[in-house]
């Protein structure tokens, strides 16, 4: 990314609280159109928190999120979806007993404001539904059911996109063919935030990481610069052999 | 011809003809009546169950608060019996409006927090302290606005409303939005749809309704005591037929108003313990052996029931 | 008069425990609304009345019979339907249905042997066995007439009840804390999902609290001809609202807190019968609604169970 390309989401001093445990302890990045950026972190540091409260399952107890330059904190999520963020979901969550089609329709017709809205037929044929697209989504498998949940997503035509451990569970085959994927949706000017393990497929796919450590950023910068930093280095060898 | 034209017209129609007809046929009609009031009901209960996931168990409730509206629109303000029933209506609305709150449960606490909220309105409505403006335990007498033929096709008027609408959720986005909710709400919210307005729009609906039918079962039999239009039968007996059928289709409903409460009338009411132990039993086996309704034998073979 | 509120409330509370615990247990356990609870304790209410009609001894003898025959129908009514039920796609909807259609079952099979009528015990029969005892170790004559707490008379069957639903609750605690299959019920009752990942037998966990829920229940209903007077086939569905008032005043899921539970709903119960009785058959319901609405966890709860 082009340094000077004005943040599309920008978090500041974000704290979020479950009863005494805290979750998110004064975390703040910022994240470009364009751009892919990664959140890792040991189980525990915040990552699908954030996630959580960016895309408003939680308000937070402290601190901003902005998106377009607006404050998003504590506001409803369908209304964030219409103003242009979605996600995916680390267990994905479809309609069970609704079809594929039916699925991707629901967020066809209430996921966005304005502007022609995607074509059904060529998102799943896109993301390898098509063959299934009249079957229920508890027939599918756990990789389809990660694609259906991210084609709900699509539709809603985000401009942010949280990806939570999408790749968890695909097949190296699977991982190469999402991973470009990925960076095509960037490459249209998508800012995608990606929380993911495998460190292998965050390198391949991100322009910069932001390592997260009991609620809050240690490290921002490219992955390979996080390696050698021996904060980093720390807590993943002092926590758990996450990578 | 788009899937809801069909559905009007393959089953709708047919539906409120057969019940139009039936009267100069049959000489029981209050058991046809009975047949009309049960299928607006199954549908009211479709409409939360079926398309949200939200178990009534205290459906009755808002049947009830319909039927003493009626009365007390009729009784202390004379009102004439159509704008009653449109009152009961309102009647069932508010109470629903009333009760939005037990919404944010889930599962089992709704369902029993509803069927602790419609005895909660039983023994407000029958409380003696209240003689005054319910009549209290004592029971209403509407003898003035008398008239089942009327309150028959009023009926029919409600039910095909009540049909028209599950046939409007069973072909529109909204419909498609509500069952979104209910098998997922926090996906549902990702796809963009406002939850809480969603259910509280079928939740009110299904208010209406039963509110509806309780003005015009009030109009129809004209005497009658809390006990009488509060019981708990209304409420299971409406789930148990939707379930039987199949809910979140139009057809599940009706087919299962149809059969069981058909079988209901030929076992007869001579001996109730005996119709109250196969009723039981039916009951359990249809929630062991056909939880999702006998539209399931169909669509588990791929066909398409609607 | 305010005395003899409170104190009555209490009484009535503890008894009131009793009454929920069972459902708690069995929904703590299983995720399973058991409907058909107040229809045990009705059940348990004609064990005793069979128990004074065809052996004319002391009622109190009904407490041990009817808990070790619910405890094996509950046993054996668990692998019948509960397995079958839990393998659906929402169990805790469906056993709502399902256990109507077993309270159905079980009132009108009742009726069918009992009839309509309302059934009583004579109270002074109940606690013979306390009085005999004492006569033949000390002499004197049987007492019989209130028992005197802080001044006031109460019918003994109340104290009696009381007593018997202490001594119950001990029993559940020492169930859940001190023996191995108690853990592994509070184990199962925390994260079905995980006991059963880390090889708990859950079926066995839980069918034995559904037996000892349904026992529990059975006891409970011993005591009902003398704390509401009377009893008929149909009095189980009035006492599973009131079970329901009681156990999600406790927290639904904690047996222990149906304790409390009880007690606040007791002390509430004689409060608005003493001062507003024309309202009191409002209470169990608003307070049930009140409760949900405002502490959906109930007194105890932590965990919050919000759509």
Not at chain 1, 219 to 226: N, P, S
């Given at each position: 990314?082009?340094?000077?390309?004005?943040?599309?989401?920008?978090?500041?001093?974000?704290?979020?609280?479950?009863?005494?445990?805290?979750?998110?302890?004064?975390?703040?990045?910022?994240?470009?159109?364009?751009?892919?950026?990664?959140?890792?972190?040991?189980?525990?540091?915040?990552?699908?928190?954030?996630?959580?409260?960016?895309?408003?399952?939680?308000?937070?107890?402290?601190?901003?999120?902005?998106?377009?330059?607006?404050?998003?904190?504590?506001?409803?999520?369908?209304?964030?979806?219409?103003?242009?963020?979605?996600?995916?979901?680390?267990?994905?969550?479809?309609?069970?007993?609704?079809?594929?089609?039916?699925?991707?329709?629901?967020?066809?017709?209430?996921?966005?404001?304005?502007?022609?809205?995607?074509?059904?037929?060529?998102?799943?044929?896109?993301?390898?539904?098509?063959?299934?697209?009249?079957?229920?989504?508890?027939?599918?498998?756990?990789?389809?059911?990660?694609?259906?949940?991210?084609?709900?997503?699509?539709?809603?035509?985000?401009?942010?996109?949280?990806?939570?451990?999408?790749?968890?569970?695909?097949?190296?085959?699977?991982?190469?063919?999402?991973?470009?994927?990925?960076?095509?949706?960037?490459?249209?000017?998508?800012?995608?935030?990606?929380?993911?393990?495998?460190?292998?497929?965050?390198?391949?796919?991100?322009?910069?990481?932001?390592?997260?450590?009991?609620?809050?950023?240690?490290?921002?910068?490219?992955?390979?610069?996080?390696?050698?930093?021996?904060?980093?280095?720390?807590?993943?060898?002092?926590?758990?052999?996450?990578? | 011809?788009?899937?809801?034209?069909?559905?009007?017209?393959?089953?709708?129609?047919?539906?409120?003809?057969?019940?139009?007809?039936?009267?100069?046929?049959?000489?029981?009609?209050?058991?046809?009546?009975?047949?009309?009031?049960?299928?607006?009901?199954?549908?009211?209960?479709?409409?939360?169950?079926?398309?949200?996931?939200?178990?009534?168990?205290g459906?009755?409730g808002?049947?009830g608060?319909?039927?003493?509206?009626?009365?007390?629109?009729?009784?202390?303000?004379?009102?004439?019996?159509?704008?009653?029933?449109?009152?009961?209506?309102?009647?069932?609305?508010?109470?629903?409006?009333?009760?939005?709150?037990?919404?944010?449960?889930?599962?089992?606490?709704?369902?029993i927090a509803?069927l602790a909220a419609s005895l909660a309105v039983l023994h407000l409505v029958a409380n003696p302290a209240l003689e005054g403006i319910t009549k209290g335990p004592y029971?209403?007498?509407?003898?003035?606005?008398?008239?089942?033929?009327?309150?028959?096709?009023?009926?029919?008027?409600?039910?095909?409303?009540?049909?028209?609408?599950?046939?409007?959720?069973?072909?529109?986005?909204?419909?498609?939005?509500?069952?979104?909710?209910?098998?997922?709400?926090?996906?549902?919210?990702?796809?963009?749809?406002?939850?809480?307005?969603?259910?509280?729009?079928?939740?009110?609906?299904?208010?209406?309704?039963?509110?509806?039918?309780?003005?015009?079962?009030?109009?129809?039999?004209?005497?009658?005591y809390p006990d009488?239009?509060f019981?708990g039968?209304?409420?299971?007996?409406?789930?148990?037929?939707?379930?039987?059928?199949?809910?979140?289709?139009?057809?599940?409903?009706?087919?299962?108003?149809?059969?069981?409460?058909?079988?209901?009338?030929?076992?007869?009411?001579?001996?109730?313990?005996?119709?109250?132990?196969?009723?039981?039993?039916?009951?359990?086996?249809?929630?062991?052996?056909?939880?999702?309704?006998?539209?399931?034998?169909?669509?588990?073979?791929?066909?398409?029931?609607? | 008069m305010l005395t003899y509120a409170l104190v009555a409330g209490v009484l009535f509370g503890l008894y009131f425990s009793l009454v929920g615990?069972?459902?708690?247990?069995?929904?703590?356990?299983?995720?399973?609304?058991?409907?058909?609870?107040g229809?045990?304790l009705?059940?348990?209410?004609?064990?005793?009345?069979?128990?004074?009609?065809?052996?004319?001894?002391?009622?109190?003898?009904?407490?041990?019979?009817?808990?070790?025959?619910?405890?094996?129908?509950?046993?054996?009514?668990?692998?019948?339907?509960?397995?079958?039920?839990?393998?659906?796609?929402?169990?805790?909807?469906?056993?709502?249905?399902?256990?109507?259609?077993?309270?159905?079952?079980?009132?009108?099979?009742?009726?069918?042997?009992?009839?309509?009528?309302e059934?009583s015990?004579?109270?002074?029969?109940?606690?013979?066995?306390?009085?005999?005892?004492?006569?033949?170790?000390?002499?004197?004559?049987?007492?019989?007439?209130?028992?005197?707490?802080?001044?006031q008379?109460f019918p003994?069957p109340w104290?009696?009840a009381a007593?018997?639903?202490?001594?119950?609750?001990?029993?559940?605690?020492?169930?859940?804390?001190?023996?191995?299959?108690?853990?592994?019920?509070?184990?199962?009752?925390?994260?079905?999902?995980?006991?059963?990942?880390?090889?708990?037998?859950?079926?066995?966990?839980?069918?034995?609290?559904?037996?000892?829920?349904?026992?529990?229940?059975?006891?409970a209903?011993?005591f009902a001809p003398f704390m509401f007077g009377s009893i008929t086939?149909a009095f189980g569905a009035d006492a599973t609202v009131t079970s329901f008032a009681i156990v999600v005043l406790g927290?639904?899921?904690?047996?222990?807190?149906?304790?409390l539970g009880g007690v606040v709903y007791g002390v509430c119960y004689m409060l608005v019968q003493t001062y507003l009785s024309s309202w009191a058959d409002l209470l169990p319901y608003v307070l049930l609604i009140l409760i949900l609405l405002l502490?959906?966890?109930?007194l105890?709860?932590?965990?919050?169970?919000?759509?």
């Amino acid at each position: 990314m082009s340094p000077d390309t004005k943040p599309i989401l920008s978090v500041h001093k974000l704290v979020k609280r479950f009863g005494g445990f805290v979750a998110l302890d004064g975390l703040s990045f910022h994240a470009a159109p364009g751009e892919v950026l990664g959140l890792v972190g040991p189980n525990g540091s915040g990552k699908t928190t954030a996630i959580n409260v960016i895309s408003g399952l939680y308000a937070p107890d402290g601190g901003e999120v902005a998106f377009d330059g607006a404050s998003i904190g504590g506001v409803a999520s369908h209304k964030l979806v219409h103003r242009g963020i979605n996600r995916t979901f680390q267990v994905p969550k479809p309609f069970m007993s609704l079809t594929v089609r039916e699925n991707v329709r629901v967020a066809l017709a209430y996921g966005h404001i304005g502007g022609a809205p995607p074509a059904l037929d060529a998102l799943l044929d896109e993301y390898r539904l098509a063959s299934v697209a009249d079957r229920p989504a508890a027939d599918l498998n756990s990789a389809q059911q990660k694609m259906l949940d991210l084609v709900r997503a699509l539709a809603t035509r985000p401009r942010l996109l949280l990806l939570d451990e999408l790749a968890a569970g695909l097949n190296p085959a699977e991982l190469d063919w999402i991973a470009e994927r990925i960076k095509q949706l960037a490459a249209g000017g998508m800012s995608i935030i990606v929380v993911e393990h495998l460190m292998g497929f965050i390198e391949h796919i991100t322009d910069r990481v932001i390592v997260l450590n009991a609620g809050r950023e240690i490290f921002e910068g490219k992955l390979a610069a996080a390696v050698k930093e021996p904060q980093v280095i720390e807590v993943f060898l002092g926590g758990e052999h996450a990578a | 011809m788009p899937n809801a034209v069909k559905h009007v017209l393959f089953i709708l129609v047919p539906l409120i003809a057969v019940f139009a007809v039936l009267p100069g046929l049959y000489q029981n009609h209050l058991l046809l009546f009975n047949f009309v009031t049960f299928l607006i009901l199954a549908q009211g209960v479709n409409i939360i169950y079926g398309f949200t996931g939200y178990l009534p168990f205290g459906y009755v409730g808002f049947f009830g608060a319909g039927a003493y509206g009626f009365a007390v629109l009729v009784m202390h303000y004379q009102s004439p019996a159509l704008v009653a029933v449109l009152a009961a209506g309102l009647v069932g609305v508010l109470l629903g409006l009333l009760l939005t709150p037990l919404l944010r449960l889930s599962g089992a606490y709704f369902a029993i927090a509803n069927l602790a909220a419609s005895l909660a309105v039983l023994h407000l409505v029958a409380n003696p302290a209240l003689e005054g403006i319910t009549k209290g335990p004592y029971g209403v007498s509407l003898t003035g606005t008398f008239n089942p033929s009327h309150a028959y096709y009023a009926a029919l008027v409600v039910l095909t409303l009540t049909v028209g609408g599950v046939v409007f959720l069973k072909n529109s986005s909204f419909g498609l939005a509500l069952q979104a909710v209910r098998e997922d709400s926090v996906s549902a919210s990702m796809a963009g749809v406002n939850v809480v307005k969603m259910r509280i729009a079928a939740w009110l609906a299904s208010a209406l309704v039963a509110g509806l039918a309780g003005g015009i079962y009030a109009w129809y039999v004209s005497v009658f005591y809390p006990d009488n239009v509060f019981s708990g039968e209304f409420s299971i007996f409406a789930i148990v037929f939707a379930l039987f059928g199949g809910v979140a289709t139009i057809s599940g409903p009706i087919i299962g108003v149809l059969i069981l409460y058909g079988v209901y009338n030929l076992i007869g009411f001579t001996t109730p313990q005996y119709f109250q132990l196969i009723y039981g039993l039916l009951i359990m086996g249809l929630v062991l052996f056909l939880p999702a309704g006998l539209v399931s034998l169909a669509t588990r073979r791929g066909w398409h029931v609607p | 008069m305010l005395t003899y509120a409170l104190v009555a409330g209490v009484l009535f509370g503890l008894y009131f425990s009793l009454v929920g615990m069972g459902l708690n247990l069995v929904f703590g356990v299983m995720r399973i609304v058991n409907l058909a609870h107040g229809d045990v304790l009705m059940l348990g209410a004609f064990v005793a009345l069979g128990v004074v009609a065809l052996a004319g001894i002391d009622p109190l003898f009904a407490v041990p019979l009817a808990f070790m025959v619910f405890l094996l129908v509950g046993m054996l009514l668990y692998w019948v339907l509960v397995p079958r039920l839990q393998g659906s796609a929402n169990p805790e909807m469906l056993s709502i249905i399902l256990f109507f259609g077993l309270s159905q079952v079980v009132e009108a099979i009742t009726t069918i042997f009992a009839g309509t009528s309302e059934r009583s015990i004579q109270s002074r029969l109940l606690g013979t066995v306390f009085s005999t005892i004492k006569v033949q170790l000390f002499g004197g004559k049987p007492e019989t007439g209130p028992i005197r707490i802080l001044g006031q008379g109460f019918p003994a069957p109340w104290v009696i009840a009381a007593g018997t639903s202490l001594v119950a609750i001990g029993l559940v605690y020492v169930y859940l804390y001190r023996t191995r299959l108690g853990t592994l019920t509070r184990a199962v009752m925390s994260r079905r999902d995980e006991a059963l990942a880390s090889g708990i037998d859950v079926d066995r966990v839980s069918a034995a609290a559904f037996g000892i829920g349904l026992g529990l229940a059975a006891v409970a209903g011993v005591f009902a001809p003398f704390m509401f007077g009377s009893i008929t086939p149909a009095f189980g569905a009035d006492a599973t609202v009131t079970s329901f008032a009681i156990v999600v005043l406790g927290s639904l899921g904690n047996p222990l807190g149906t304790a409390l539970g009880g007690v606040v709903y007791g002390v509430c119960y004689m409060l608005v019968q003493t001062y507003l009785s024309s309202w009191a058959d409002l209470l169990p319901y608003v307070l049930l609604i009140l409760i949900l609405l405002l502490r959906p966890s109930g007194l105890l709860g932590r965990r919050v169970r919000v759509a």
